[in-house]
Nanobody, 118 residues
Framework: QVQLVESGGGLVQPGGSLSLSCVAS????????MGWYRQAPAKQRELVAT???????NYADSVKGRFTISRDNAKSTVYLQMNSLKPEDTAVYYC????????????WGQGTQVTVSS
């Protein structure tokens, strides 16, 4: 059992930066692969970035070179540093925890709103 709480969203101008945090509790954080997803109004939820429990990262092409995912297992926290933000980055950003044993299923946070004004 794991619970996730995101924070750090807000309003930012194009070209600006934001840093999101996701704190996990209730289970062993180091057992989980972590990820960030986002969902814009009237659009499907999409993967933004993932990081394995070993620290390997993967990014959507749309954010590659601008966003950085990282984790601190001692703090049970995953981060998303977002730079050079664009209006199309506007979305609710969700933290995801996936156990390597896939049948256990994924856990999602409540989401945090990121708005990039034009």
């Amino acid at each position: 059992q794991v619970q996730l709480v995101e924070s750090g969203g807000g309003l930012v101008q194009p070209g600006g930066s934001l840093s999101l945090s996701c704190v996990a509790s209730g289970s062993r954080f180091g057992n989980y692969h972590m990820g960030w997803y986002r969902q814009a109004p009237a659009k499907q939820r999409e993967l933004v970035a993932t990081i394995t429990r070993g620290g390997n990262t993967n990014y959507a092409d749309s954010v590659k070179g601008r966003f950085t995912i990282s984790r601190d297992n001692a703090k049970s926290t995953v981060y998303l540093q977002m730079n050079s933000l664009k209006p199309e980055d506007t979305a609710v950003y969700y933290c995801n925890a996936a156990h390597p044993i896939s049948t256990i299923g994924d856990t999602w946070g409540q989401g945090t709103q990121v708005t990039v004004s034009s």
